[in-house]
């Protein structure tokens, strides 16, 4: 607390920026894994990626260097909005004394994640479909040949109009209202829980990078599906009328994976969703803390 919530807006886009310029290369490995095998049994198809090591190393062999950081400017521009409403909507919350009853850092935590997710959700798709593309060998998912950020903005607002930019926001919803709950509450406690141990030091770095570490376990976990299930809506083909080819919203997202890839497909690519989110909310939440404290 203490901070207005319009600093807290600026500061929280700064923070995730930040950090999605550190995680965009395992965001990268995170969305081909996941794309991988698409609606097909297990050990019925090529993989191209197996692994978060080895698939990145393919994605260097197919698109060079810079071939992990796919789709970086999308991603900025999402993190910098997501994060941005988030934090800002967080913020008010907290001001409002909301977090201080039971179960309201949750429920802020959800609500402010789901404004962010909306707002950004554009940003997302098109990040998406940037960073599943590469040579035809190496192709997983839908290849929607994009040359650029711009580029693929203007395709698909001039195909689909002002709602094909927000196709896929089902997904994203969810996604990130279980992702912020998760990660707001349990970097809270988890930072207050080592400081009354006397484990580290109250305001220190390691008190801030310990509450990190516990809510990136917590946010891996929880978040996977959802996360699975909204790259696979943002990418998926559609038709003129901007329906989908291979789902038809959220549920029948689930429906068909669970039931064509088995409850497990619903988790692939959970190593490099950690070792992304990991990163990612140890840095952001880490940039946050200490850019309210400055």
């Not at 990145?56 to 789709?71: E, H, I, N, Y």
């Not at 580029?151 to 209202?177: C, D, E, K, M, N």
């Amino acid at each position: 607390g203490g901070v207005p919530p319009a600093i807290d807006l600026v500061l929280g886009a700064t923070a995730g920026c930040l950090a999605c310029f550190l995680t965009n290369p395992l965001e990268v490995v995170k969305t081909r894994l996941q794309l991988q095998g698409e609606l097909q049994p297990p050990g019925t198809y090529p993989r191209p990626y197996r692994g978060v090591l080895r698939a990145a190393v393919a994605v260097c062999r197919a698109d060079g260097l810079r071939g992990l950081q796919k789709g970086l400017a999308a991603g900025l521009l999402y993190q910098g909005l997501m994060n941005g409403v988030r934090f800002y909507c967080y913020s008010h919350a907290e001001d409002a004394g909301w977090t201080g009853y039971p179960g309201g850092t949750v429920a802020a935590g959800a609500v402010a994640g789901a404004v962010g997710a909306i707002v950004g959700s554009p940003a997302y798709l098109v990040k998406t479909h940037l960073q599943a593309q590469t040579l035809s060998a190496m192709a997983v998912g839908h290849q929607h040949n994009h040359e650029s950020i711009s580029s693929a903005f203007r395709s698909i607002y001039q195909q689909h109009g002002v709602v094909g930019l927000w196709r896929g926001v089902t997904g994203a919803v969810p996604r990130v209202a279980v992702g912020s709950a998760v990660q707001l509450a349990t970097f809270a406690s988890a930072k207050d829980w080592v400081c009354e141990r006397q484990w580290f030091r109250k305001g220190s770095w390691t008190a801030v990078l310990a509450g990190g570490m516990v809510s990136g376990v917590a946010v891996a976990v929880t978040m996977t599906p959802f996360d699975v299930i909204s790259t696979r809506l943002y990418n998926q083909p559609v038709d003129a009328d901007g329906t989908g080819k291979l789902y038809r919203g959220f549920l029948d997202c689930i429906l068909q994976i669970s039931s064509k890839e088995g409850l497990l497909g619903l988790y692939k690519g959970i190593g490099a969703v950690y070792l992304r989110l990991g990163p990612h909310t140890v840095l952001s939440l880490f940039f946050w803390d200490k850019l309210r404290d400055m």
